[in-house]
């Protein structure tokens, strides 16, 4: 078993910034893409950014030139750094993992969320 833990949410200033992180423990043997998603009440789950082993970085159209996803391989741990928020980035943010424990074995986890809210 696989498991995140998510911490940095809560409260900004529109304008703020907002940093969160997200660790993920159990028996890995390696990891294929990590990526934040965030859902907003009455709003569908929506991909913010993601992370492939390669390197490889996407983002969604909304926030780019504002939030830069990174890792940290040996730790396990993804990071969003969140700047010039805005009050619609106001959600439940979730962190989610693909990768392998052990040999060939598939996981795919995600956090339990944590609140931002961007106040006006």
């Known amino acids: 078993q696989v498991q995140l833990v998510e911490s940095g949410g809560g409260l900004v200033q529109a304008g703020g910034s907002l940093s969160l992180s997200c660790a993920a423990s159990?028996?890995?043997?390696?990891?294929?893409?990590m990526a934040w998603y965030r859902q907003a009440p009455g709003k569908q789950r929506e991909l913010v950014a993601s992370i492939i082993s390669g390197g490889r970085m996407n983002y969604a159209d909304s926030v780019k030139g504002r939030f830069t996803i990174s890792r940290d391989n040996a730790k396990y741990t993804l990071y969003l750094q969140m700047n010039s928020l805005k009050p619609e980035d106001t959600a439940v943010y979730y962190c989610?993992?693909?990768?392998?424990?052990?040999?060939?074995?598939?996981?795919?986890?995600w956090g339990q969320g944590t609140q931002v809210t961007v106040s006006s």
């Open positions: 989610n993992v693909l990768g392998h424990i052990g040999w060939g074995r598939a996981f795919n986890s």
């Open positions: 159990g028996s890995i043997s390696s990891i294929n893409t």
